[in-house]
Each structure stands twice: as structure tokens, then as C-alpha cells.
């Protein structure tokens, strides 16, 4: 997915933008990026390759060459940023978060019109972020431009833009990703996360609304558009993706996940007896763990542990065969908690379940009696159209329409899926059992939705489900008058 964090300041902001970029590493592996305004007006940016290394790694020998009161970073999943853009609004530097489903068809459609060329990327595919500034340099103005590439992006797009000494900072047209400005004196920040406001001493100052458009300096934040009404925040930053001390709309993602585990506990009291202690699948399933085994008066056990020193990151890269070896490498197995227990476990997710299989195959061969998987979600049977939560080229990659294509021969059209979404039906329960017998489980359960969705205390219409009932926001409710 990726990260962004801006700042500006009264004064030198190079540490703060430093050190908040880098409290964004676990969104993302592929590029690092920096970009400041220097005393004479100028962008200065640096970008590195972060695929085998961290972000303050690559950055730490020149970070001292860098000198500016407004400045911003990225973590990027996609290609390089942030882009230095010259166009008929001047010069500009800009980041983005998001993915763009309909890119050939933007493509088309300004090359009709006049554009020339965009460069292409190591991907062989036009870099994303320079899409989007295309988009944005057609039109007389960088809040029209930001606008009018909101509209015509399918999929989502969260901006910041550097010129002079401000922020332009824009949330996605439905809100699918956080946009939060925090404060302290003299300094406004922008971020994903904020985790990075704690140590910096920023305090939440407010978060953007669906589509809106604000401008950051020194001096305070000034709208520039209004939010939408229409609000669907990615229900995965309080599964997976968020940083255990972030909030996103007023909710903690620790507490989140805690109260999830809990409520995933209640629903198994027929059976708590069978079981000796609970663990977590580091690192996002700890705290769905830890919340689980309060509710369920069983110990807590590590069962696996994570190798920090060198595998700190949650994400993992593109590459599947380096992905499974990495996913193997990170984890170790504590012998003695596993050895003649049956054991539960609490996971964010089952995706592929290629990674799980092998992880249950692990603990069977160090004496495991039995293992009971949780997952802290539904079944993902949609693949992300927004955020890029799965790199699966198809959705047969994922474990429960595998499960689909084989009790129905193949069959996965939307008429077929329907009758499995139902949670407790007799499709969906032959789905879960087919995915069990896959991963050899001694029992699987996944969270039900309306579950998973009271934990977070958010209004069902908030937050974007996708992923598990492929509903989009089209069959809800539009966004703007």
C-alpha cells in the first residue's frame, strides 16, 4: 500500500519529516522518499530502493544535507516518489497512496488530448504517481487538478503536494485511507499514522473528511474543499494494516483488535475446554490473541516469535517464492509451548493460506496435538480494488474462492459465489471446512462480519467490506450532491 507524512514548520523540519516517514516502514517495501523546500526555494528529493533494507538505512549518511521548514516522505509500494513535477501550475512536488484501476483508459483519453508521453516505470507500467500529476497539471489550478483526478480515478487516491512552503494534503474521494493533521507549536504535520505524532510531541489536531482538500503551513490549516458524505474507511487498518498505538476515526487499533478477539472467544465457549493455550501469528494477530485468550481465561502462549533484528517489517516483498521463504525465515518456533499442547491460534487473515499451510505444518512436526485457527475476519473472496491489500493477479489465488472452484467445479461466477457469503449457511460452512481441510486444521472459524465491524464502534456504511461481499460504494450511497 504505502505511507505518507508532511510537515511544516516555523523551522528546520528535516528530523520530524525523518523520523515520521519512517514510522510508516510497515505499509509498504519498495521505495523511500524524501522531498524538502530549501532555504532558496528549491525541491530537494532523495529516493532509494528499500526492497532488502530499511528506510533509515538508506537515508541516515545524507539526512544532514537536507535543510528546510517544510518538507514531506513516503513509503511506497508502487514505484519511485516523490516525483518533482514542472507544468503550467509551476513546480511542484507530490506523493500519493492509493491504487488506479483504470489506468489505460486515463491514458487514452489524454493522449487524445494533447498529453505527449510519461515515463515508464521498472514495472513496465506507467508510475502511478505521475498519473496523477497529469491529471492534476490539466487543470488552472492545483485544487481543481486534485478534484478532477478524484473524479476520473477508479480505485482510490490519497495526495500531498509540496510547493514553496505548503502542504496541499487531499484524502481520497471516499476516504478509504487516513489523512490526520496533527500540531504542536510552530508545526503542523501530516500523516497516516499516528503513531508517528507520539514521539514527535504532535498532538491530533483533526482528520480529513472523504475528498477533502486542506492546505498546510506554518500558520494552520486552511480548507480548500469540503469532505464528501459518503465515507468508506478501509476496515483492514483495524485488522492488519494499522500500527497497534494509531487511531483512525476516533477508534485505537489495539483496542479494536482486543475487543475482537474477545468477542471471537464468546463464540467459542462450547469448546474452550479443548484447548490448552492461545497465540497470536505475529504480528497483527497478537492483540486479536491477546483479547481472546482475557475472554477465554486461557493462558497466553508465544508460541512463534518474530526475528526482529533483521525481518522488523510486517510487509513482505511482490515475489511469492521470496515472500513464502521471508514469511518462513521471520518466524521461529518456541518448542517448548507447542510440544504435546493443543493449541489456538488468532490470525489477522487467511489470503492465499500458502504461508499458514506451511506454518501449520511446522507445529504438527514439533509435537503440536492439535491446531485451532481464528481468523479475526471473514473469508476474503473479493480481491482489493482499492488499496492493493493483495498482490494476487487473480482471485483464485485466495484461499476461499479456491475453496469455491472446488466445490463447484470450477464455477465462481457471482450467482455461484452469492449462496457462500451467507454467514452460517450451509455453503459457507462447506467453504470453511473445504479451507480446513487445505490447511489440515483441527477446527476453523472466521469472524463474522457484523463482529468484526461492532469492534471497531464504526457505523456499518463507514467503512469499506469489499474484500468479503464485494460491495462496492456504488451500491450504497453517493458520495457528493
Not at 83 to 95: K, N, R
Not at 213 to 231: F, K, Y
Request: net charge neutral; charged share 25%.
Amino acid at each position: 500500500m504505502g505511507g505518507f507524512f508532511g510537515v511544516a514548520s516555523k523551522s528546520d523540519c528535516v528530523s520530524d519529516v525523518y523520523f515520521g516517514t519512517d514510522y510508516h516502514s510497515h505499509l509498504g517495501t519498495k521505495r523511500g522518499g524524501l522531498a524538502f523546500t530549501n532555504p532558496s526555494g528549491k525541491i530537494d528529493r532523495r529516493i532509494h530502493d528499500i526492497s532488502n533494507s530499511q528506510f533509515r538505512t538508506k537515508f541516515d549518511a545524507e539526512i544532514g544535507a537536507f535543510q528546510g521548514n517544510t518538507g514531506f516522505g513516503v513509503i511506497s509500494d508502487t514505484e519511485d516518489q516523490p516525483l518533482i513535477i514542472s507544468s503550467q501550475l509551476g513546480t511542484f512536488a507530490i506523493v500519493t497512496v492509493g491504487k488506479i484501476n483504470n489506468t489505460e483508459e486515463i491514458l487514452d483519453l489524454a493522449f487524445a488530448s494533447g498529453c505527449s508521453h510519461l515515463a515508464e516505470s521498472g514495472d513496465g507500467e506507467p508510475n502511478p504517481t505521475e498519473v496523477v500529476a497529469m491529471l492534476i497539471s490539466r487543470s488552472n489550478s492545483l485544487v481543481a487538478g486534485i478534484e478532477y483526478a478524484q473524479r476520473v480515478i477508479d480505485g482510490s487516491c490519497s495526495i500531498l503536494i509540496l510547493t514553496g512552503n505548503r502542504i496541499f494534503a487531499a484524502r481520497d474521494r471516499y476516504g478509504r485511507t487516513p489523512v490526520i493533521i496533527g500540531r504542536k507549536p510552530g508545526s503542523y504535520a501530516v500523516t497516516m499514522e499516528t503513531t508517528a505524532f507520539l514521539n514527535l510531541d504532535l498532538e491530533l489536531f483533526r482528520e480529513l473528511g472523504p475528498g477533502e482538500i486542506v492546505e498546510i503551513s506554518c500558520d494552520g490549516v486552511r480548507q480548500l474543499r469540503a469532505p464528501g458524505r459518503a465515507m468508506k474507511m478501509c476496515s483492514f487498518f483495524w485488522v492488519y494494516y494499522g500500527y497497534p498505538s494509531s487511531c483512525y476515526e476516533g477508534v485505537n487499533t489495539e483496542s479494536a483488535r482486543y475487543r475482537n478477539g474477545e468477542d471471537m472467544a464468546a463464540k467459542d465457549q462450547d469448546m474452550l475446554e479443548n484447548i490448552d493455550t492461545v497465540s497470536g501469528i505475529p504480528d497483527s494477530g497478537i492483540a486479536h490473541a491477546v483479547g481472546y485468550a482475557h475472554a477465554a481465561r486461557k493462558p497466553y502462549r508465544r508460541a512463534f516469535v518474530k526475528y526482529t533484528p533483521t525481518w522488523a517489517r510486517s510487509f513482505t516483498p511482490p515475489n511469492q517464492k521470496i515472500r513464502e521463504q521471508v514469511a518462513r525465515m521471520k518466524l521461529i518456533a518456541v518448542e517448548e509451548q507447542i510440544a504435546g499442547k493443543r493449541l489456538l491460534f488468532c490470525d489477522d487473515s487467511i489470503v492465499r493460506g500458502t504461508q499458514l499451510r506451511d506454518t501449520v505444518g511446522r507445529l504438527y512436526r514439533r509435537g503440536a496435538k492439535e491446531i485451532h485457527m481464528r481468523s479475526s475476519c471473514p473469508p476474503l473472496i473479493f480481491g482489493c480494488r482499492f488499496l492493493n491489500f493483495s498482490r494476487s493477479r487473480s482471485e483464485l489465488d485466495l484461499a476461499a474462492r479456491r475453496a469455491i472452484a472446488r466445490l463447484e467445479n470450477g464455477n465462481v461466477s457471482d450467482e455461484v459465489v452469492k449462496p457462500y457469503l451467507e454467514y452460517g449457511s450451509p455453503k459457507y460452512e462447506a467453504m470453511v471446512e473445504e479451507i480446513r481441510k487445505e490447511l489440515n486444521l483441527t477446527s476453523l472459524k472466521f469472524q463474522k462480519l457484523e463482529s468484526l465491524i461492532a469492534s471497531m464502534g464504526l457505523p456499518r456504511d463507514k467503512v469499506c467490506t469489499y474484500c468479503w461481499n464485494g460491495r462496492d460504494i456504488n451500491d450504497e450511497t453517493p458520495d457528493f450532491d
